[in-house]
């Protein structure tokens, strides 16, 4: 027993090292107590996913718009051939036969309200009771059911839909999963985005972002984007951040005109969009007539954009991702049936502390 405490604390010791060297971020108690006490049951449920069942669902996590935007898109997902996973539509979507689990959270989102009056370390650890909870095989009833005496299938798939769930969160998720062995797939939009512009062999170096209203001016997005640019160790970049224009306007041009009414003028090496409700496919129209000389677009925004920009979405990236990590770690149920959304809600519970929930389920959506 003695050893089995001294191998975990070597364990964990070792791992916070060597996340701080990389990161200069150091876990929270939370991950650490429960990595570290060898009778923790979540520890114990965290260890038996090393092998992840394919029976399990997706869950998504966030707000409700978010969830149900990211929902709908996996469910009209029809992107890859199934047989060989060619980027080919075949007729079959693409998450076939799978149950995607929107975990609608209106008891403490908006995230930067919440992190605004709590601090960066409380939605740290929201984040890893969220996941936590999703891992379970149990879930309440209602409000009344503090136990939690409802059955649920538990997730093989996470993705955390909010980018403060990036900012104040992920980090500790992997962390945890690390040092108790869950393999357990967890997927961050934005991480995703980021690191398509400075991950590569050939770097981005003035970026432009276009995000959802709700979070731009928050800061959370420049934020996370100085962590991972110093993360791949890259000096120099420039960022610049504009929210999605109304339903029904001219998106890149919009964007465009907001980059030049800030008085920048050098060219963008690309455009990250984290919206699931932008029209990609008008904006890449956007972006043919601005390269056509024949164009007036292309006098007024040409200059503003390098030869090989690009336009770069979290929906795809993401959606790309989640199919191919549940392909190669054969987590497919392979039914023959179409892909499901079911329903959950935090709430908090009652009489409990402030990072205490409760996860309940609603109908099918």
């Excluded at 959304?341 to 409990?352: A, D, H, R, V, Y």
Aim: net charge negative.
């Amino acid at each position: 027993m003695k050893r089995a405490a001294y191998t975990c604390l070597c364990l964990l010791l070792l791992v916070s090292c060597t996340q701080r060297e990389h990161t200069g971020r150091d876990t929270i108690a939370l991950v650490k107590s429960i990595a570290a006490d060898s009778s923790s049951p979540d520890r114990a449920m965290l260890s038996g996913f090393s092998k992840p069942d394919p029976a399990g669902n997706i869950y998504i996590a966030g707000t409700s718009r978010q969830c149900h935007l990211i929902g709908q898109a996996m469910l009209e997902s029809d992107t890859f051939d199934n047989v060989r996973a060619r980027v080919f539509s075949d007729g079959l979507k693409d998450f076939s036969g799978e149950t995607i689990a929107l975990v609608d959270d209106s008891t403490y989102a908006p995230y930067s309200a919440f992190v605004a009056a709590n601090g960066e370390d409380s939605m740290r650890e929201l984040s890893v009771r969220m996941v936590l909870s999703f891992l379970r095989d149990k879930c309440n009833i209602s409000i009344y059911d503090i136990e939690g005496n409802a059955s649920k299938l538990p997730a093989k798939l996470i993705v955390l839909a909010d980018p403060w769930m990036e900012r104040c969160g992920k980090f500790d998720v992997d962390t945890l999963f690390t040092l108790t062995s869950c393999k357990v797939p967890v997927i961050s939009p934005q991480d995703l985005l980021i690191d398509a512009a400075l991950a590569g062999e050939k770097k981005k170096f003035n970026v432009g972002l276009m995000c959802d209203s709700l979070y731009f001016g928050s800061g959370i997005y420049e934020a996370v984007f100085k962590d991972r640019a110093a993360r791949h160790k890259i000096v120099g970049t420039k960022f610049f951040e504009a929210p999605s224009a109304n339903s029904g306007e001219r998106l890149l041009e919009s964007f465009l005109d907001r980059y030049i009414e800030s008085g920048r003028t050098e060219p963008l090496d690309v455009l990250l969009v984290d919206d699931w409700s932008a029209d990609l496919g008008q904006m890449r129209s956007a972006l043919e007539n601005i390269r056509d000389f024949k164009k007036e677009e292309s006098m007024r925004y040409g200059k503003y954009i390098t030869p090989d920009f690009s336009i770069v979405s979290s929906s795809e990236l993401t959606l790309s991702e989640c199919y191919m990590l549940l392909r190669q770690l054969r987590l497919f149920t392979h039914k023959i049936a179409q892909p499901q959304l079911e329903q959950f809600q935090i709430k908090p519970q009652p009489g409990g502390e402030k990072m205490q929930f409760l996860l309940i389920p609603g109908k099918d959506v």
